[in-house]
C-alpha cells in the first residue's frame, strides 16, 4: 500500500501561479510513476503530469504544457503551475503507479482560479 497526502490548493487570479505537493508513505519502493490528474466540475478526472521514476521521463496534457512542471524530491512529487486559466479550475489529485500496475490516489485538492 502507499498513502498520498496532497496540499497546495487554493484560489488564485487568473495569470498566477501555485504549486502542490503530494507526499508519498509507505510501499513507497514500489512506485513505478508519480503523477496529477484533474477533475473538473461536471467533467471526467483527467491526466494533468505524470513523471516515470526510473530515468525522470516527464509526460504532460497537451493543454499544460509549457505552462506546469513536474518535479520529485525523495517521495514528494510537486506539480508548479503558472500562468494560470479559469480553465484549469479542477479537483487535482495524486497518482501513483506501482510497478504490479496497482493505481493509488490522493484525496484532492481544490484548484480555483478566478478574478
Known amino acids: 500500500q502507499v498513502q498520498l497526502v496532497e496540499s497546495g490548493g487554493g484560489l488564485v487570479q487568473p495569470g498566477g501561479s501555485l504549486r502542490l505537493s503530494c507526499a508519498a508513505s509507505?510501499?513507497?519502493?514500489?512506485?513505478?510513476?508519480m503523477g496529477w490528474y484533474r477533475q473538473p466540475p461536471g467533467k471526467e478526472r483527467v491526466l494533468v503530469a505524470t513523471?516515470?521514476?526510473?530515468?525522470?521521463t516527464a509526460n504532460y496534457a497537451d493543454s499544460v504544457e509549457g505552462r506546469f512542471a513536474i518535479s520529485r524530491e525523495k517521495n514528494t512529487v510537486h506539480l508548479q503551475m503558472n500562468s494560470l486559466k479559469p480553465e484549469d479550475t479542477a479537483v487535482y489529485y495524486c497518482?501513483?503507479?506501482?510497478?504490479?500496475?496497482?493505481?493509488?490516489w490522493g484525496q484532492g485538492t481544490q484548484v480555483t482560479v478566478s478574478s
Open positions: 509507505g510501499r513507497t519502493f514500489t512506485m513505478a510513476t
Open positions: 497518482h501513483v503507479l506501482n510497478a504490479l500496475g496497482d493505481n493509488y
Open positions: 513523471l516515470r521514476l526510473s530515468g525522470g
